[in-house]
């Protein structure tokens, strides 16, 4: 069903449920339809600005975002989910030069943003684009009466989302109504939801998994649950009124911790492999839920699935999962399909992919071979049918002439006991070409790392240099940031303790 009919459907049958609260700012479906009949009818007034890159309908205007989780976000996604109008969605947290470059690129026919973006407001206002500050009482004024929410277009655009955080230029990409509107019937079905699944996403909505999990429960005429920043205590008072949390396991790590919370019956996480340890710590906090593990790409949408129970998972440990509702999998090289078990390319066919960058987009994994897309990572289907991931391509790392993927590595790592986390990395070598490199957490040494890892890998796979860190340094999404340890292990950063000579 279309986002817009599902909330209009929810605030004429139950216009007193709660639809969506911000760290204990409020909205009702009713109160959230109203402010959204009202944003629309002040968007329609904008003079829209003609785009080579990015048609819209007529009454379509396209808007920069730039508020973090601050309670209006909410109000704004929802509208360009809803109405004829599309989102520029940028990260507050990106430096002010790469803000004011990407309002040049693709300029907005507004821009909401908080009153301290001095940099982003200037670079708007030398553009002639209007500024509300959501912050202050613009946004309150700039509100107009209600109007009626047209129908759009199944093909119709509503997201420019882009795929990377601060340490390199975003890719940027389109997305279209009709590829979310697939995705919500696939996860309807697969996270097994239902008009009760009161949501906590503690990440930021200007990323992917967390703006997502808003339109899944606003479509369901469920409650959403966010906060403003991430504090434990806050987010312990959100999770109270939920049944349902979506984070990314850095996040579901920080959460799994204190007093079992017997009101949580699902649990979707993405954006890293859950290694053993969280995984079991999760399941003693949230001792009711299931949790679902799902891979995917922002360029694909979802790809596989592991549904991890009390005491079994739907697909091996070592895997990502079987195919999710509606995807084909193909594991292909140089154009054509590999045996299975062999590593290769990820393809997927589905109506979940988008289209191609807007820009930024050349020399990237993304590209299309006819209905087959993927980003570039490669894996291999095992023989029960579940997806294996091995790597990037371009990150494949060859030391003496055999190839390693750094995932492959790092899955056995994972399974070890003492490590709560590891990455690994290839490094120049004179006469290797490259080497081998561990990173770590957790209370395990490398000897007894090395020994068990000679149980399950090749002696070539095994990491020639390990270390040691207890301060993973993340994306604004809450990823860890590869690049950011690259540079640590070239620099000898102190923040790596060496456990091998």
Not at 14 to 42: C, E, F, K, Q
Not at 92 to 112: E, G, H, I, R
Not at 256 to 271: K, L, R, V
């Amino acid at each position: 069903m279309p986002l817009r009919n599902a909330i209009d459907m929810h605030a004429r049958q139950r216009p007193d449920a709660l639809a969506v609260n911000m760290s204990g700012a409020r909205l009702t479906y009713g109160a959230l339809h109203d402010r959204i009949a009202r944003l629309h009818g002040a968007l329609s007034a904008l003079p829209g600005r003609p785009r080579e890159t990015l048609r819209l309908p007529e009454q379509g205007r396209l808007f920069a975002l730039s508020v973090g989780n601050h309670a209006a976000a909410a109000t704004l996604l929802a509208t360009a989910m809803s109405t004829p109008h599309a989102v520029e969605l940028l990260d507050p947290n990106w430096p002010d030069s790469l803000l004011q470059q990407t309002l040049v690129k693709l300029t907005p026919d507004a821009v909401f943003c908080l009153s301290r973006q001095t940099a982003l407001i200037e670079a708007a206002t030398r553009l002639g684009v209007p500024v509300i500050r959501v912050d202050t009482d613009d946004f309150e004024g700039f509100l107009a009466a209600p109007a009626p929410l047209p129908w759009s277009a199944p093909e119709d655009i509503f997201l420019v989302g882009f795929t990377s955080g601060t340490t390199s230029r975003p890719k940027a990409f389109a997305r279209a109504r009709h590829s979310w509107r697939a995705s919500l019937d696939a996860s309807r079905e697969a996270f097994a939801l239902t008009d009760r699944s009161h949501t906590f996403a503690p990440g930021p909505l200007a990323h992917g998994i967390t703006m997502y999990a808003l339109a899944e429960t606003l479509e369901l005429g469920a409650g959403f649950h966010g906060i403003a920043r991430f504090d434990l205590p806050g987010a312990h008072r959100a999770m109270a009124e939920a049944r349902r949390i979506v984070a990314v396991p850095t996040l579901l790590g920080a959460l799994s911790h204190g007093a079992p919370q017997d009101q949580i019956a699902e649990i979707t996480t993405a954006g890293a492999k859950l290694d053993p340890t969280l995984l079991a710590r999760a399941k003693e906090v949230f001792p009711r839920a299931r949790i679902h593990e799902y891979y995917g790409a922002s360029e694909l949408g979802f790809v596989s699935l592991n549904t991890h129970g009390r005491d079994s998972s739907s697909a091996p440990a070592h895997s990502v999962g079987r195919p999710f509702p509606h995807v084909e999998l193909s594991i292909r090289k140089d154009g054509h399909e590999v045996p299975q078990g062999s590593a290769g390319t990820i393809f997927v066919r589905g109506d979940l992919a988008i289209d191609g960058y807007l820009w930024g987009g050349r020399n990237s994994g993304f590209r299309r071979e006819g209905p087959w897309a993927t980003v570039g990572d490669i894996g291999r289907l095992n023989t029960d049918g579940s997806l294996s991931i091995l790597g990037r391509e371009g990150g494949m790392v060859i030391t003496s002439g055999h190839n390693v993927y750094p995932q492959e590595v790092e899955t056995a790592l994972a399974a070890l006991p003492g490590v709560k986390g590891a990455i690994v990395l290839g490094r120049v070598h004179p006469s290797r070409g490259q080497e081998i490199v561990a990173i770590v957490e957790g209370d395990i040494e490398a000897d007894e790392i090395r020994a068990r890892l000679a149980l399950s890998l090749p002696r070539y796979k095994l990491p020639r240099q390990i270390f040691r860190t207890g301060d993973w340094p993340l994306t604004s999404s809450g990823k860890i940031a590869r690049a950011t340890l690259q540079e640590w292990l070239d620099q000898e950063d102190a923040r790596l303790d060496r456990l091998t000579a």
